[in-house]
């Protein structure tokens, strides 16, 4: 229990530093902003704030961001990009986000590997659309779990058993919901089969504790902050994804893996329970300037946002160098590659 809570502490912490950011580029903080021209700002679309995008989103925004007046970088100050403020944004999701880039609503974003691939290239969700050839990366994050929770004691053992069931799927324009629809297909149950609800787990997590949701799904970095809080107070377990129905999927979907929710993530002696991945990718926009996205690569990488990374979130340690350009198959943004190769990191 004492875990869960420093998880849900930290990441408290999180939202309130990214609405202090947030209040700064609304101008809320005063008129030192309005008065340097130089001053930028960059937003970064997350999920919700229930999610694992918002709290790596801040931590990330909080380690780039270097206005006028920091302290330096050697002296225990910001080692992020001068005069660059960045906040985390909350958003509907992947979908909503690559959306976002390419229509120049936002300057950067997270969303899954496999969305990303398909929004580039035209295919599947976005079969039939205008491939969003804008898109770039800035690096590989970490890897995303499925985690489909069932309220205790209802008898759900498997995915079949949702048939009839009041199940969450998350919002139109999350990538969640595409890998729900999946699963639901691979199981031999159409979306029809479920009494559906497309909410984010926050409300979702709401529903169950007053026992009127059966199910919820959610795809995030491990441990995600509502989970922990259903499991810990023995009100939901989780489902695993295994055998042929996976199989199924990842025959068809390069960018999706068996993965593992790792023993005792939730819960003392919980076991491992297999379930299926996609990696986390941060997104630009190809028209942000070379030089701004080669400067918040190289802070991305400073010793010093490691620190952050390490003690801010559970799923911030699995950000790594050698791990960034882990299944991008879609352009680096000139100013990524340029970093990567200053550091000797290749694909």
Not at 181 to 199: F, H, P, W
Request: hydrophobic share 45%; charged share 20%; aromatic share 6%.
């Amino acid at each position: 229990m004492a875990r869960d809570g420093s998880i849900r502490d930290r990441t408290a912490r999180l939202g309130r530093a990214a609405a202090l950011v947030l209040a700064l580029v609304a101008g809320i903080a005063g008129p030192a902003a309005a008065q340097d021209p130089e001053l930028t700002f960059f937003r970064i679309a997350t999920g919700g704030v229930n999610g694992t995008y918002y709290p790596i989103g801040a931590i990330i925004g909080n380690a780039i961001s270097n206005p006028a007046g920091s302290r330096p970088c050697g002296q225990g100050g910001s080692c992020g990009v001068p005069n660059l403020i960045a906040a985390a944004v909350s958003s509907n999701g992947s979908v909503a986000n690559v959306e976002a880039i390419e229509t120049g609503q936002i300057e950067s974003a997270f969303a899954q590997a496999d969305v990303v691939h398909d929004a580039y290239y035209g295919k599947r969700t976005f079969d039939g659309r205008q491939p969003m050839q804008k898109l770039r990366v800035i690096a590989n994050l970490y890897a995303e779990r499925m985690q489909v929770v069932v309220r205790r004691g209802i008898g759900i053992a498997g995915i079949r058993d949702l048939a009839g069931k009041r199940v969450s799927l998350d919002e139109p324009g999350s990538g969640t919901l595409l890998m729900a629809r999946l699963v639901l297909k691979s199981y031999g149950l159409a979306e029809t089969d479920v009494v559906a609800d497309y909410l984010k787990p926050g409300p979702a997590s709401s529903l169950m504790l007053r026992d009127e949701l059966d199910a919820f799904v959610i795809v995030a970095g491990v441990p995600t902050n509502v989970v922990a809080d259903l499991t810990a107070n023995g009100v939901a377990d989780l489902l695993a994804l295994d055998g042929a129905p996976v199989d199924k999927i990842l025959e068809t979907h390069p960018f999706l893996a068996r993965t593992a929710i790792p023993a005792e993530t939730y819960w003392p002696g919980a076991p491992e329970i297999p379930t299926i991945g996609v990696g986390a990718q941060w997104i630009v926009s190809a028209d942000v300037p070379e030089e701004r996205v080669y400067a918040i690569c190289r802070a991305l990488w400073n010793t010093a946002t490691r620190v952050l990374l390490d003690g801010g979130h559970p799923a911030g340690k699995q950000i790594r160098l050698e791990t960034a350009l882990d299944g991008i198959d879609i352009p680096l943004h000139p100013g990524a590659a340029r970093c990567y190769d200053e550091l000797g990191v290749s694909r």
